[in-house]
């Protein structure tokens, strides 16, 4: 099979799908490999890195989507993307069709076949999801320390606190992987930890974190005092494929002291919270009801060595096995199709988004 890795050209998107070795994986398995020139520069690799595995250089994005049978790449296509796309093409990436009715549209009307990341899935685990929302945990936090800070328009809060300071209030709603990881980053910083979910296994492993966490079920007068009092809010609800629920509503968004901060890594799927659009690391916050939010839809983005990592020996078994002509076969694969044929595959979308396209 001939497979094309393009240069991502979402806003500030420094990730590549495969890197080198991984790349040079699929070559010793007898496919070839195009990758865009530049495509992994952002993430620390160069084009010759690329070369030295066996990989072929395509001097643009038309080069690649061209001569590939399959696409792999990290984030959805961007509407310039659209016309180079083929329905006789694979794709295999971030789609999150949910929160992307006009990606959505033109993925059916192009009648190809589209497998996303966040949907291929191993019984409840989804294996190829699930380093970016570690990622993502990690980051929400991070950059949540640092907004709170009074030259970001936050009320001037050191998280972790120190004598004669007090410790910030980090409030964590949903304990899947981003959240776990979230609550796992808080608490080592120091803080009061509040994580809810609806799980009893979910809530004893974050319990477990420590001392300074508690979890809790989402009823809704504790999720809402707690929300009132978090100095940072963290959604991380994830439902597989489908748009993420609204669990916080604009009225305890406006109970929040002013100069807190949300974080919804949920964005991808639509966000949880009724305050959140989605936004770029171009422009990253604004403020409504007083509280700066994060929305970035492409939070691994800003760590582009790291995920780059990450997401290739995740992908690089899936990658392989897509590649084969009995591919679906394989159910976490089959499991992952959104779309084919210009018709829609995968069942949370038909359910949910049908009305919309």
Same mark, same amino acid.
Request: proline share 7%; charged share 20%; with cysteine.
């Given at each position: ?22 790349a040079g994986e699929l070559v010793r ?42 696409i792999i790449k990290v984030k959805e ?95 964590? @709603? ?76 604009r009225a305890m968004v406006a109970a ?8 919804? @890594? ?49 992908? @690089? ?19 992952? @199709? ?20």
């Open positions: 099979m001939r497979v094309g890795i393009p240069r991502e050209i979402k806003t500030l998107e420094g990730r590549v799908a495969l890197v080198p070795e991984a398995l007898g496919h070839e490999v195009l990758v865009e020139r530049g495509a992994g520069r952002l993430s620390g690799y160069e084009d010759a890195d690329y070369e030295a595995h066996g990989v072929r250089l395509a001097p643009d994005a038309a080069a690649v989507y061209g001569a590939a049978e399959v296509p961007q509407p310039q993307e659209y016309p180079l796309l083929r329905s006789d093409h694979r794709l295999f990436c971030y789609l999150h069709l949910a929160a992307e009715p006009q990606l959505f549209r033109a993925l059916l009307d192009i009648g190809l076949t589209a497998v996303a990341f966040e949907t291929v899935s191993e019984g409840t685990h989804l294996p190829l999801l699930a380093p970016m929302s570690a990622i993502a945990g990690r980051l929400g936090v991070q950059v949540g320390a640092h907004l709170l800070h009074r030259p970001q328009g936050g009320k001037g809060l050191l998280l972790g606190g120190l004598p004669a300071g007090e410790r910030g209030h980090v409030v964590i @709603i949903g304990a899947g992987v981003a959240g776990g990881n979230a609550a796992a980053a808080a608490a080592a910083a120091g803080t009061r930890v509040t994580v809810f979910d609806r799980k009893p296994d979910k809530l004893v492993a974050m319990h477990d974190l420590g001392p300074n966490v508690t979890a809790l079920y989402p009823y809704g007068g504790a999720l809402a005092q707690a929300v009132a009092q978090a100095d940072l809010l963290v959604g991380a609800v994830l439902i597989p494929g489908a748009r993420a629920p609204r669990v916080v509503d929040m002291q002013p100069g807190s901060v949300i974080v919804d @890594i949920s964005v991808d799927q639509g966000g949880c919270i009724e305050t959140t659009r989605p936004t770029t690391y171009a422009e990253p916050t604004y403020v409504d009801e007083g509280v700066v939010h994060f929305a970035v839809t492409n939070m691994p983005g800003a760590v582009p060595r790291t995920a780059s990592q990450a997401l290739s020996a995740a992908l @690089i078994p899936y990658a392989a096995r897509l590649l084969e002509a009995d591919w679906r076969d394989r159910p976490a694969l089959a499991a992952g @199709i959104n779309v084919e044929a210009g018709e829609i595959r995968y069942p949370a979308l038909r359910n949910i988004l049908a009305s919309q396209v």
